[in-house]
Nanobody, 119 residues
Framework: QVQLVESGGGLVQAGGSLRLSCQAS????????MGWFRQAPGKEREFVGT????????IYPESVKGRFTISRDNAKTTVFLQMNLLKPEDTAVYYC????????????WGQGTQVTVSS
């Protein structure tokens, strides 16, 4: 079965960095665009960024642009989210997701990893 497993979350002070990983199994990884999302308590799920199947293009919202970087290693079936200059408002559960290239939606989701940024 398809599994996406996030890791790397934790507690960090404002201005610090964290690197999240998401390892996929049970799918042909290179057939999927990968995305990162986050959800804070009481808020809707928020798009954090996406990377196309080959890793040649990324898209970020203004809220994280310049601070977060997505990369992927198709040989390792892993996508990464490097988070720098973290702010308290980045505190959320972070999820990775996989979107089949011919699909208009994300098909698979991980269970999430908690990121807490203290002031």
């Amino acid at each position: 079965q398809v599994q996406l497993v996030e890791s790397g979350g934790g507690l960090v002070q404002a201005g610090g960095s964290l690197r999240l990983s998401c390892q996929a199994s049970g799918l042909t990884f290179s057939n999927y665009h990968m995305g990162w999302f986050r959800q804070a308590p009481g808020k809707e799920r928020e798009f954090v960024g996406t990377i196309m199947w080959s890793g040649s293009n990324t898209i970020y919202p203004e809220s994280v642009k310049g601070r977060f970087t997505i990369s992927r290693d198709n040989a390792k079936t892993t996508v990464f989210l490097q988070m720098n200059l973290l702010k308290p408002e980045d505190t959320a559960v972070y999820y990775c997701a996989a979107r089949y290239y011919a699909s208009g939606k994300y098909n698979y989701w991980g269970q999430g990893t908690q990121v807490t940024v203290s002031s």
